[in-house]
């Protein structure tokens, strides 16, 4: 059994920032990729960012300059510096992490992120 459980959302003012965490507990030999995806009330779920075991970054344009992916491969955990958010970014962030030699991908169970204007 493997869990993600994230941390670190909440409500921030516009112009702030927020960090998320995600780690991955359980029967885990290796973690392939790992990421953020997020989804805003009546919109489909969509990447935020990844980030590969070797430190390969990939960002949504929308957030390309503002947020920041990172991960610890020794603690099983991957973050998201999030910068200069604005009301866009509202959604609830869920993490992912692609396990190896499965394959399969585990979701976290989702973090609010609220930002007013």
């Known amino acids: 059994q493997v869990q993600l459980v994230e941390s670190g959302g909440g409500l921030v003012q516009a112009g702030g920032s927020l960090r998320l965490s995600c780690a991955a507990s359980g029967r885990i030999f290796s973690i392939n990729d790992m990421g953020w995806y997020r989804q805003a009330p009546g919109n489909q779920r969509e990447l935020v960012a990844t980030i590969t075991r070797g430190d390969r970054t990939n960002y949504a344009d929308s957030v390309k300059g503002r947020f920041t992916i990172s991960r610890d491969n020794a603690k099983n955990t991957v973050y998201l510096q999030m910068n200069s958010l604005i009301p866009e970014d509202t959604a609830v962030y869920y993490c992912?992490?692609?396990?190896?030699?499965?394959?399969?991908?585990?979701w976290g169970q989702g973090t609010q992120v609220t930002v007013s204007s």
């Open positions: 992912h992490a692609n396990l190896l030699p499965s394959g399969y991908v585990y």
